[in-house]
Each structure stands twice: as structure tokens, then as C-alpha cells.
């Protein structure tokens, strides 16, 4: 079974060509210096002041993210000025829409790790405060962009938007520079085909189990972090110790049988992760459990990352435990293969 799909080529933007024709990350030149980390505005270091700049949520760094990345680090080389990235934390969602389930496809952390493969020279992570979210377009882009930042180019998609009301669209942004001399690029969606890349599109795919079509969309595979903890050990009883995940912060896979990569002190294992609740036992309770192969360790209270690479199945109800152990075999058979051949793939580091 083929995890990654060839993806044509002839459908994306060149730039685009050139970014996947390159190493994983690589983009222009590599900057050897290591990316500095900026969550304090009021003191934004002078060496970065007067770089290209791009500005959004990032989340995923899905291949669309990728392709204003490049035009930034375009930029930036040509003119031998820093390249920074701006993004938000919490998302801007989390409190225009309180109560909501908006969990991101990847978390702050995993972010950063993204964007660091990139080779800026910075990420900014402006807190998301209810004053940020007040403050008007024309604010934001003169006191943050052109005062803090004094930045010379700046870099959006076209559906980022700031201030107040996301009255900040990519034209006003342009207005805004041409009145102060700020260079302003706007960028395309990313067209693949008929589908636009985008993370509204990925979270989607992944609501919709649909990981290989998700993956082809991210230079990474989609990821889930969380923390070990105590379940019911009921799959040690059937002969599958699993690893029960908690306090899990990003989106989740519909209900099923994952083949999975489980990340654990810097080794790789492949695995088999089960999502939702347990109808052979009439156990209606949600849980992620992780079976890892060829595993053995304590690793309660741990955090540990699970990369996935496709649904094996839906969850379905046995007519007996036995039932579901020979089908456990099966998929822990499949899951198995599948990571055997994909785990050499140079995109699932």
C-alpha cells in the first residue's frame, strides 16, 4: 500500500516546484544561525528590525504555508534582510468563539518545530489578548508592522485578514503600504488540481479520517501529542498494551483504526492506534489508545508524539473477544507493512 501519493506537479505554481524539488525544508539559502523566538514586543530586537515579513496563523505549515514562505525567503535574500514569521497564540478563534470546539491541526510547539525547518531567522508569537483582538486595522499595521517591526516587505495569503472585525484585508494591507513605503505581497491560495489548500480544508480531511489526502497536504504528517495515562488495561488482557493518550490539544481523527508512528527518545516505532469508543464491550466512552510495536516501558505521565499515515477501518462491534483479537492481528499486520513502507520516506522524520 502506497502511504504518499505522488502529487502532480504540473498543477502547482512553480514556485511551489521548487520548494517540493528541494530537500524537505530547504528553501534558497539555509541560515545557519540558529531562529531566534520572540514573544515580547516591547522589545523587538534591533537586528531583525527592517526585514520582510509575513503575518498569519500557520497552522499546519500545510504546503500552501510552504509557498509564502519561499516568497518571503525570496525576498529576503534578494535584499539581505531578515525573514521573520508572525503568528498568534492562543488562535484568534479560541476567543471570538468561547465554548467552541476549534482545536488546531497542530500545537504551538510542533509550530515552532515546523517553521524552525524553514531556516528564518524568527518567529514571532504575539499573545492573542481580547485588547489585540479590539484594536483597529490601521492600528495594528502602523504601531506593530511599520513602528515595532520596521518592516520593508511584508508577506500575507490572501485570506489573512487583521484589527478589528477583520476589517485588515490583504487590499487594505496594501493600501497601508503604499502609504508608508512598505512593500506588500499578496499570495494565492495554493491550487492543487481542483482543491485549494488551506487549513480549514485540512482540519476537514482529518475530521474525515481522510490522513493520506491530509499528508500530502503537509510537509509533515498530521501529528497528535499528549500524555500517557492509566486506562483499563483491558488491551493488556487481550495481548495489545496500548498507551492511553490525555490532554490532547489539537484535532481529532473521526473513530477508527490508525497505522501510526509513535516518536519515544528519539527512536521511531510504528503502531496502531485505536480512536473513539469500544462497542465490542459496550463501552461508550472515547478514548485514543496507542498500541506500539515491539515496545516495552513504563511511560506513564509521558508525553509522546503520534504521527499518522492512514485509516486501516472503522470501528465495528465483535460478536465475541476472540473476534476482536484476530482482527486486532489483522490490523497490527497491516499497520506493520504500511510502516515498513513508508517509514523510509524522508517526509516522515
Not at 502609504?179 to 482529518?206: A, F, K, N, Y
Request: net charge neutral.
Amino acid at each position: 500500500m502506497t502511504i504518499r501519493k505522488q502529487v502532480n506537479w504540473y498543477n502547482f505554481p512553480s514556485e511551489a516546484v521548487k520548494y517540493k524539488q528541494s530537500s524537505p525544508f530547504e528553501l534558497l539559502t539555509s541560515n545557519s544561525a540558529p531562529m531566534q523566538i520572540i514573544t515580547d514586543l516591547t522589545a523587538f530586537p534591533e537586528a531583525l528590525q527592517g526585514g520582510a515579513v509575513s503575518i498569519g496563523k500557520f497552522d499546519g505549515m500545510h504546503l500552501g504555508h510552504s509557498l509564502i514562505v519561499h516568497r518571503l525567503k525570496s525576498y529576503a535574500h534578494q535584499r539581505q534582510i531578515p525573514a521573520i514569521l508572525v503568528t498568534f497564540d492562543p488562535p484568534p478563534a479560541v476567543l471570538l468563539q468561547p465554548g467552541a470546539d476549534l482545536k488546531p491541526i497542530c500545537t504551538l510547539e510542533r509550530k515552532i518545530e515546523l517553521i524552525r525547518n524553514f531556516h528564518v531567522d524568527a518567529v514571532v508569537v504575539i499573545p492573542t489578548t481580547h485588547e489585540l483582538l479590539q484594536q483597529s486595522a490601521e492600528t495594528f499595521f502602523y504601531e506593530t508592522i511599520q513602528d515595532r517591526f520596521r518592516a520593508k516587505v511584508v508577506v500575507a495569503g490572501r485570506n489573512f485578514s487583521f484589527g478589528r472585525d477583520r476589517i485588515g484585508t490583504p487590499d487594505v494591507m496594501r493600501l497601508y503600504g503604499q502609504w508608508t513605503g512598505i512593500e506588500t505581497d499578496i499570495v494565492d491560495p495554493l491550487q492543487i488540481g481542483e482543491e485549494r489548500v488551506s487549513s480549514t480544508g485540512i482540519r476537514s480531511l482529518i475530521q474525515a479520517g481522510q490522513i493520506e489526502r491530509v499528508n500530502e497536504l503537509m510537509p509533515m504528517p498530521y501529528r497528535m501529542t499528549g500524555t500517557v495515562i492509566a486506562g483499563e488495561r483491558r488491551g493488556r488482557t487481550l495481548g495489545f498494551p496500548t498507551a492511553n493518550l490525555d490532554s490532547v490539544q489539537t484535532i481529532l481523527p473521526k473513530q477508527g483504526i490508525y497505522a501510526t508512528v509513535v516518536q519515544i527518545e528519539g527512536k521511531r516505532y510504528g503502531s496502531t492506534t485505536h480512536i473513539g469508543t469500544n462497542p465490542t464491550f459496550d463501552v461508550s466512552l472515547s478514548k485514543i489508545e496507542v498500541f506500539i510495536h515491539d515496545f516495552s516501558g513504563d511511560l506513564y505521565g509521558n508525553q509522546i508524539d503520534v504521527d499518522f499515515l492512514t485509516l486501516l477501518r472503522e470501528l465495528e462491534r465483535f460478536d465475541s473477544a476472540d473476534a476482536l483479537v484476530r482482527q486486532m492481528h489483522a490490523d497490527v499486520l497491516r499497520s506493520r507493512h504500511i510502516f515498513g513502507e513508508g517509514g523510509g520516506d524522508k517526509t516522515f522524520v
